[in-house]
Structures are given as structure tokens and as C-alpha cells.
């Protein structure tokens, strides 16, 4: 296990008392841990803060906040052997659902302790960094909407509130695709490409298992031509998250590979791991087993027999 790390957090990160949960983490860490601790501030980013941490040669960097932090953090780590600790304290805090990684600070602390790490992909949208996914139209404008202080009060249900209040203002836009090997044309309402997300990012769920370590990117395109299609592509979408099938709807289609080069007219608003960046055009690459990450140690179930198929095998129960 590690001696030391570096912890990077956020204290405006979520609804909780941040003086309290830093010092939540310091007791259930610093008992193994030698902290270095830093917080963000307006000055000074996430980025930066793991960039130094980094040049010093840290054994390993802890981030805590929401999935913005995370994915600014993240970009400092990438094609390094140095392992990232996540504590997520955000309002959706979708990178540690999609993989696994409890969303109590205890228990992420935990996580962290128990030493056990897997390569996941990360991926740059613009030169930016991206663990999450990168939302085009209706998803960044109902991102847009959800302020700070909306999400201080309300959490999740922010999201939810804009997203119906986004409706209203639902309109298709013209999208082309360009990956390795095809381009594609069509009309779209939201185009999301995703490295990782869990089923609660309904927009994401076209293939309905988005895979965080194949070296692959997963798009979404939902081309809903109404409120009243807008509604059910979403409700499809939530189903198609929960039983792990493919969408079948003809208004979403989806694909996956490893860039995508993405032109829409007009130009639409892009949101990258909940924070909104710039507008369309985009190109989206996926980094192969680019990140380290601290997950849950999951014991895995050994087998203790095997015998189908030997040659005239009987077997008799006593």
C-alpha cells in the first residue's frame, strides 16, 4: 500500500459542510497516509494543483469533489503509472457509479485503503481532458440551465427540472459523424459520446452497457421529431439502462469507435463531464487504458469443479 498521496479537493463541491468532510477523510486516511492536502480555488484549478503534484513525484493523488474536479485532475495522471483515489462529494458524481466506487466518503476512503487498481480509458474532447462523456445540444443546454445554486439546493433533481424545462425548447439540429472509417449525416435533438457513465446517464444508453476499458468510445444519437418523441426516447432509454438491452427505437441509433470528428449546423452548446465547454465542432479520442484507478476490491468467485465433458463421466451423489 501507498505511504503517501496527494489530496486535491473541492470545497464547494456539493451540498455538504466541506470543513466537515475534509476532516472525515483526514481521519479515516492519515492513520495510513501521509496527506499532502490542497484545495481548489477560483484562481487556482484541479488541473494545475495535479500537474504539480505530479512533477513532485507522488506515490499516488487523491481527488474529492464532483465530476468536473475529477476529470480536470485526471488529465495530469493520463499515460502515468501513478494510481487516482476518488472521493466524489458532486451533485451527480456519475464517474464513481460507472465504476462501482462507493459514493460515501467513508467508503471511498475505504476503497482507496483496500490498494486494489484497474486501467480504465479517459479520452480528450478539444485537447481537453474527458473521463465521463462529452453531451452535444439538448444535454449541454440542460446543464447550462442547472445552476450552482439550483444544485446546491435540489442535488440531482436540478438536472431533472431543467431537462423538463429544456423540452420546451427541444429542436433538431443537422450532425455529421466522421469516425476511422464512415461518415454519417443525419438530424439529432442530442448527440453524447461517452467514455464511461452510469445508467443514470439516460442519454448515454443507446448500446445500454457502456464499456469503460475497451479502448472505445460509445455514441448516442436521439432524433426525436416532438416533445411527445423527446419523452419517449427518454423513457426507452431509462428501460434500455435497466434491462442492459440495445435500444430499438428508429428516432435513437448508436455506435461505437475509437474517435469521432463531430460538425453539427447549427453550431450547439458542448458539455464535457458536467461542465459546459464551448460549442460544436468537436473531435472526441479515446486513450486505451489511460487512467489508474482505485476501485472496490469485488473477491472473485473461484470455481471448485469442473467436470462436463470427460469421457463417459458418471457422477454419484452420496
Do not use: W
Not at 495535479?50 to 488529465?75: K, M, N, P, Q
Amino acid at each position: 500500500m501507498i505511504s503517501s498521496a496527494c489530496l486535491i479537493f473541492n470545497p464547494v463541491a456539493g451540498q455538504g459542510d466541506p470543513d466537515f468532510e475534509l476532516d472525515q477523510i483526514r481521519s479515516i486516511l492519515e492513520p495510513e497516509i501521509d496527506l499532502d492536502i490542497y484545495l481548489t480555488t477560483e484562481e487556482v484549478d484541479a488541473d494545475e494543483l495535479a500537474r504539480a503534484a505530479v512533477e513532485r513525484g507522488v506515490e499516488a493523488i487523491i481527488v474529492s469533489g464532483g465530476d468536473g474536479t475529477l476529470s480536470a485532475a485526471a488529465e495530469a495522471v493520463v499515460n502515468t503509472d501513478i494510481p487516482f483515489g476518488i472521493i466524489s462529494r458532486g451533485t451527480a458524481n456519475a464517474f464513481a457509479a460507472a465504476l462501482n466506487i462507493p459514493n460515501t466518503i467513508a467508503a471511498a476512503c475505504q476503497t482507496i485503503l483496500q490498494g486494489k487498481t484497474r486501467t480504465v480509458d479517459v479520452a480528450y474532447c478539444n485537447d481537453h481532458p474527458m473521463v465521463l462523456l462529452a453531451g452535444i445540444g439538448f444535454e449541454a443546454e440542460t446543464v447550462e440551465k442547472a445552476d450552482r445554486e439550483t444544485k446546491n439546493r435540489f442535488g440531482m433533481i436540478a438536472y431533472i427540472l431543467a431537462g423538463i424545462q429544456e423540452l420546451g425548447n427541444l429542436q433538431r439540429f443537422a450532425v455529421e459523424i466522421e469516425t476511422e472509417d464512415k461518415i454519417i449525416k443525419t438530424l439529432a435533438s442530442a448527440v453524447t459520446v461517452a467514455n464511461a457513465a452510469p445508467p443514470t446517464s439516460v442519454l448515454a444508453q443507446g448500446p445500454s452497457g457502456i464499456i469503460y476499458d475497451d479502448g472505445l468510445l460509445d455514441l448516442t444519437i436521439v432524433s426525436p421529431e416532438n416533445k411527445t418523441g423527446a419523452i419517449a426516447a427518454t423513457f426507452h432509454l431509462f428501460q434500455t439502462a435497466a434491462t442492459g438491452t440495445p435500444v430499438e427505437r428508429d428516432d435513437i441509433g448508436y455506435l461505437r469507435a475509437k474517435q469521432f470528428k463531430i460538425t453539427t449546423e447549427p453550431p450547439q452548446k458542448v458539455v464535457i463531464d458536467g461542465e459546459i465547454f464551448g460549442t460544436t465542432p468537436v473531435e472526441i479520442k479515446c486513450i486505451p487504458a489511460g487512467l489508474t484507478v482505485y476501485v472496490p476490491y469485488v473477491k472473485e468467485e473461484i470455481p471448485t469443479e469442473k467436470l462436463d465433458g470427460l469421457p463417459n463421466l458418471t457422477v454419484e451423489i452420496k
